[in-house]
């Protein structure tokens, strides 16, 4: 298996615009997870999803983030509009949850954002 | 609310050296732990993951953690440190999700250096 596959690796954009990280999880994972990784705040979930339903985003900073996973293989993290502050390392992880509480999170290789 | 304390984020051993990375976690229930390791510009792998029995665990790398229910820690080991281990290096305790899988809440992590 590929593992999670993260694109794009590297963003930069300007502020006020729009960004979309996507995400194709581990193929018959049923969990996935966003999370933003920064200097001050570390490691934060953000979202997770299970069998591509949103069940917990109360780590969504605000509005101008959203999440979708339309079908098992992909998931998109937006950011509308972009603000500096929002500048951070993005990383997806899926797990397969199926009863087994043992299951570990494979984690893709990030994008780095950078909204100037 | 469950929560991990690293209290150390830098730590500089000798190539050879004997390492240890602390742990301590707050979780009202038997905690299911778990160690992650982060190279430069890469995502988290998995090293190891304590749910039950045996409180000595096996990891790769030939890493192992030990948890202490009495000391709410759960410290990472390895005996002579490679120059290919420094990473930074990430606890987590995992929350169990309705139907399987884990909610992780990292520590801040830390960050180590190998001296040749």
């Known amino acids: 298996d590929a593992g999670v596959i993260q694109s794009p690796r590297h963003e930069v954009t300007e502020m006020g615009q729009e960004v979309t990280l996507r995400c194709k999880p581990i193929?018959?994972?049923?969990?996935l997870f966003w999370y933003r990784q920064t200097m001050m705040r570390g490691l934060e979930l953000l979202i997770y999803f299970n069998n591509n339903v949103p069940i917990d985003d109360s780590g969504m900073p605000e509005d101008r983030f959203s999440a979708k996973m339309p079908n098992a293989s992909f998931s998109t993290l937006k950011i509308q509009p972009s603000e500096p502050r929002d500048s951070a390392v993005y990383f997806c992880?899926?797990?397969?949850?199926?009863?087994?509480?043992?299951?570990?999170?494979?984690f893709g290789p990030g994008t780095r954002l950078t909204v100037l | 609310a469950q929560s991990v304390t690293q209290p150390d984020i830098h730590i500089t051993v000798s190539e050879g050296a004997s390492l240890e990375l602390r742990c301590n976690y707050s979780y009202g229930a038997t905690p299911y732990l778990f160690w992650y390791v982060q190279s430069p510009g890469q995502g988290l792998q998995l090293l190891l993951k304590?749910?039950?029995?045996?409180?000595l665990v096996q990891g790769i790398k030939g890493f192992e953690a030990e948890f202490k229910r009495s000391q709410s820690s759960f410290n990472l080991r390895k005996p002579s440190v490679h120059w290919s281990d420094a990473a930074e290096y990430f606890c987590?305790?995992?929350?169990?999700?309705?139907?399987?899988?884990?909610?992780?809440?990292f520590g801040t992590g830390t960050q180590l250096k190998v001296e040749l």
């Open positions: 987590a305790v995992g929350l169990i999700l309705t139907g399987g899988g884990n909610k992780l809440t």
């Open positions: 193929s018959g994972h049923d969990y």
């Open positions: 992880a899926s797990s397969s949850g199926f009863g087994r509480r043992t299951d570990t999170q494979y």
């Open positions: 304590y749910f039950s029995g045996d409180t």
